[in-house]
């Protein structure tokens, strides 16, 4: 499975951005689908994570009700829409993917993407 990272920028606090990601290869096998991100100097941390069969979702805390994940399955593809951005989400996002049939909250991928750098300013 290869992944394909779009979209990120820069943007003020307060704006908006929509990442996208698409998939390729042996995405029969995919499970669940969804985003982590490494701020500078921090470690990877889990952000959102979609059911590829259902279209559950999860996240963490930090941008519930902030952050919308969704999935084209026709396309391939999971998208992220951030909203009211802040600082503290400047970071780089990694889209991933996972076979495994385990519960969302448990998301660890097998397959990674480029990140792709997203920067909010003040």
């Known amino acids: 499975v290869q992944l394909q990272a779009f979209g990120g920028g820069l943007v003020q606090a307060g704006g908006s951005l929509r990442l996208s990601c698409a998939a390729s290869?042996?995405?029969?096998?995919?499970?669940?689908m969804g985003w982590f991100r490494q701020a500078p100097g921090k470690e990877r941390e889990f952000v959102a994570v979609?059911?590829?069969?259902?279209?559950?979702?999860y996240y963490a805390d930090s941008v519930k009700d902030r952050f919308t994940i969704s999935r084209d399955n026709a396309k391939n593809t999971v998208s992220l829409q951030m909203n009211s951005l802040t600082p503290e989400d400047t970071a780089v996002y990694y889209c991933?993917?996972?076979?495994?049939?385990?519960?969302?909250?448990?998301?660890?991928?097998?397959?990674w993407g480029q990140g792709t750098l997203v920067t909010v300013s003040s």
């Open positions: 979609i059911s590829w069969s259902d279209g559950s979702t």
């Open positions: 991933a993917a996972s076979p495994s049939r385990s519960y969302l909250r448990l998301f660890r991928p097998d397959y």
């Open positions: 290869g042996r995405t029969f096998s995919i499970y669940s």
